[in-house]
């Protein structure tokens, strides 16, 4: 199997139906931590090819559904300042903070500019010496190492005015958060592979190992969720819990060691708040001392903003798995993608958005 189509296969994916089928004698709830798993799940109607003795359920792996609301506001507050040049993933300007999104702020005439990687921002930075160029720097481990290296690039071109507003997230920290709290429902978990292509899965271990739950590092593709399905599925039905990686093809045990040293080389571990979750320790990243230039915290002076998040969006619920997006009450009534009222609804990788677009 080489190119997309492979993993798409309809004949394969029935096949792994049928050993599904067959290897299942309870039931278990397993969660895809990743948007994207979650995405290709409801698009493929995979379920479908499940017994009912599964129950899928959706983690907190899309990154921007997860940044706390107070990392929003900050980037609003920056954003109407009129000496700077606020750069962002086109997904985050919809995101809604306490009272407006970066949208609505570049109606009203902010300088608010889409890019598709950090390095675009530093090319503006570049272009604009006298404005200060602000690059929004959200998500998982998987983008940690470019947005660092858009700091040393920076760096490199001996520029002074270009920051990041950091709110990376750790995935192993939150899957701890998730199996030890009472209420918790996931026996199974499939583990995000582009995290491990990163990071590898060794962190994964005395995880699976100290709360008896299988991990398995798995795609995107539907032959890929299905394999993940397929090992967990075995592993709960004889009480074996380890790490298993059905995702060989880009991940390895110890992952991207030169991306981690770029990513270590700017970033440190801090406790970090999830929009929805709440603080949870040693889960995020932020900018290390000796690189505090860069750091729109420090610069803007709003390491000490807080802000209490709103009780109506239950995304902190659907993101650990207690419920499913369709059990929220403003499913599809006051909130859609045209009027989200959480971030789980305006992100492409987001569960809510998944159940809207493709469950009918």
């Known amino acids: 199997m080489k190119y997309v189509d492979e993993f798409r296969n309809i004949e394969t994916v029935k096949n792994l139906s049928k050993k599904i089928k067959a290897a299942t004698k309870n039931k278990w709830t397993i969660m895809e931590i990743c948007g994207g798993q979650t995405h290709s ?43 700077v040049i606020f750069t962002s993933f086109g997904d985050m300007l919809r995101v809604p903070g306490s009272s407006t999104d ?29 404005k200060k160029v602000v690059f929004l720097a959200v998500g998982f481990e998987t983008t940690a190492p ?71 590092v798995t795609g995107f593709e539907p032959v890929d969720i299905l394999k993940g399905i397929l090992a967990t599925v075995k592993q709960l039905e004889s009480k074996k819990y380890i790490v298993e990686n059905e995702y060989k093809r880009l991940a390895r045990k110890e992952g991207n060691i030169p991306a981690q040293k770029t990513m270590f080389e700017i970033f440190e571990i801090t406790d970090r708040s999830w929009r929805g979750i709440g603080e949870i320790p040693k889960s995020g990243l932020k900018i290390k001392e000796k690189y505090k230039e860069f750091d729109a915290d420090k610069i803007f002076k709003l390491e000490k903003y807080k ?31 045209e009027n989200p009222l959480g971030a789980p609804m305006v992100s492409n990788e987001g569960a809510c958005n998944a159940y809207f677009r493709y469950k009918k």
């Open 307 to 337: 802000i209490e998040e709103p009780k109506i969006c239950i995304s902190g619920e659907i993101m650990q798995g207690l419920k499913k997006p369709s059990q929220c009450p403003a499913f599809r009534k006051e909130c859609k993608p």
């Open 41 to 83: 799940i409801m698009k493929y109607g995979l379920q479908e090819f499940l017994p009912e003795e599964i129950t899928l359920v959706h983690g907190p792996g899309c990154p921007v559904c997860v940044t706390p609301l107070e990392i929003i506001d900050k980037a609003h507050f920056i954003a109407r300042k009129e000496d």
């Open 102 to 130: 970066l949208l609505k702020i570049k109606a009203e005439g902010g300088d608010v500019r889409i890019v598709y990687s950090p390095l675009d921002a530093v090319n503006i930075a570049e272009k604009n010496p006298d």
């Open 146 to 216: 470019a947005n660092a290296m858009s700091v040393l690039e920076a760096k490199r071109r001996k520029l002074n005015n270009y920051l990041i507003l950091s709110s990376h997230v750790l995935v192993p920290p939150a899957m701890h958060t998730i199996l030890s709290s009472p209420d918790n429902l996931i026996q199974g978990f499939l583990a995000a592979g582009h995290v491990c292509t990163i990071m590898g899965y060794e962190e994964y271990i005395p995880i699976a190992e100290q709360y008896k739950t299988p991990i398995v």
